[in-house]
């Protein structure tokens, strides 16, 4: 049910939103996968969003296949808009359900989601889906970020708030914000070897003053835009008043000379 899971993506597609995603690369959200990477290898990316993770990852397989698949059909437009413009011709995008992929068993070499299984309430069936679509012996590649081991400074009472709401909204709406330190045991769950298993963990850091203006701002507008705002507020649990706060503790915090943010990911290489 794309349309489903569109919905309910605590981000949703707020233009603060795609800024943030398109500001990933595989060296900085793939880089515990590219070191297994051969050029003729054939790739599926689950949730690509605006697709520019997928469109880098088509660049190091030069000579492979890669299809990136995600529930919102806009998104996917933005994201083939932005292959073409690099004239990436070896990747395509589909609309398709993390649940029910389009595809037959044993089709890829590598399966790669990024960021996803935190917004899905079965993130172990999304794994297993993955693994169907998995060639025997290929990789299942994923990594999430973990909410409770986000970190900064200066202390902010604020950012505190935020993110004790962030965890309360999610989980009204069934996920789990905590994904990455989880993602070692959902891997397990879902039937893959452990013997075949590498978990590992890497972190991005927003500090210097150009990446703190950006990432206060982007989150700024989400407390108050994007589709985490709205949610918030449907389930009661903040009003327009608390989320116009949190947006001006964001710009608070980034005006911060010494400001320091940290988000910490966790990641699994699991063997189909």
Same mark, same amino acid.
């Given at each position: 049910?794309?349309?489903? !899971?569109? !919905?309910?993506?605590?981000?949703?597609?707020?233009?603060?939103?795609?800024?943030? $995603?398109?500001?990933?690369?595989?060296?900085?959200?793939?880089?515990?996968?590219?070191?297994?990477? %051969?050029?003729?290898?054939?790739?599926?990316?689950?949730?690509?969003?605006?697709?520019?993770?997928?469109?880098?990852?088509?660049?190091?397989?030069?000579?492979? %296949?890669?299809?990136?698949?995600?529930?919102? #059909?806009?998104?996917?437009?933005?994201?083939?808009?932005?292959?073409?413009?690099?004239?990436?011709?070896?990747?395509? +995008? !589909?609309?398709?359900?993390?649940?029910?992929?389009?595809?037959?068993?044993?089709? +890829?070499?590598?399966?790669?989601?990024?960021?996803?299984?935190?917004?899905?309430?079965? *993130?172990?069936? #999304?794994?297993?889906?993955? %693994?169907?679509?998995?060639?025997?012996?290929?990789?299942?590649?994923?990594?999430?970020?973990?909410?409770?081991?986000?970190?900064?400074? *200066?202390?902010? *009472?604020?950012?505190?708030?935020?993110?004790?709401?962030?965890?309360?909204?999610?989980?009204?709406?069934? +996920? !789990?914000?905590?994904?990455?330190?989880?993602? +070692?045991?959902?891997?397990?769950?879902?039937?893959?070897?452990?013997?075949?298993?590498?978990?590992?963990?890497?972190?991005?850091?927003?500090?210097?003053?150009?990446?703190?203006?950006?990432?206060?701002?982007?989150?700024?507008?989400?407390?108050?835009?994007?589709?985490?705002?709205?949610?918030?507020?449907?389930?009661?649990?903040?009003?327009?008043?608390?989320?116009?706060?949190?947006? $001006?503790?964001?710009?608070?915090? #980034?005006?911060?000379?010494?400001?320091?943010?940290?988000?910490? $990911?966790?990641?699994?290489?699991?063997?189909?």
């Amino acid at each position: 049910m794309p349309s489903q !899971e569109s !919905e309910s993506y605590t981000h949703g597609h707020h233009e603060s939103v795609l800024r943030a $995603h398109r500001a990933r690369t595989a060296q900085n959200s793939a880089g515990f996968l590219l070191p297994h990477l %051969k050029d003729d290898l054939h790739l599926l990316d689950v949730g690509c969003g605006p697709g520019t993770v997928t469109t880098d990852l088509a660049r190091v397989l030069a000579g492979g %296949k890669v299809v990136g698949v995600d529930a919102s #059909a806009t998104v996917l437009e933005a994201a083939q808009s932005h292959a073409d413009a690099l004239g990436a011709r070896n990747v395509r +995008f !589909e609309q398709a359900n993390a649940y029910e992929l389009p595809f037959d068993d044993d089709t +890829f070499d590598v399966v790669y989601a990024h960021q996803l299984l935190q917004h899905l309430s079965d *993130p172990v069936a #999304a794994l297993r889906e993955m %693994k169907r679509v998995a060639r025997p012996g290929g990789l299942v590649a994923v990594r999430d970020a973990d909410y409770a081991a986000m970190a900064w400074y *200066p202390e902010s *009472p604020g950012l505190t708030e935020w993110n004790t709401l962030y965890h309360e909204v999610t989980r009204a709406y069934g +996920f !789990e914000p905590d994904a990455g330190r989880r993602l +070692f045991s959902w891997v397990q769950q879902a039937g893959f070897d452990v013997a075949g298993t590498v978990p590992s963990a890497s972190s991005w850091c927003y500090a210097t003053p150009t990446d703190r203006e950006w990432w206060g701002q982007v989150w700024a507008e989400r407390c108050v835009e994007s589709n985490f705002a709205r949610q918030a507020q449907e389930s009661n649990l903040a009003d327009d008043v608390a989320l116009e706060q949190l947006a $001006h503790d964001w710009q608070s915090w #980034a005006q911060a000379p010494d400001g320091w943010f940290a988000i910490l $990911h966790g990641e699994v290489l699991a063997r189909a």
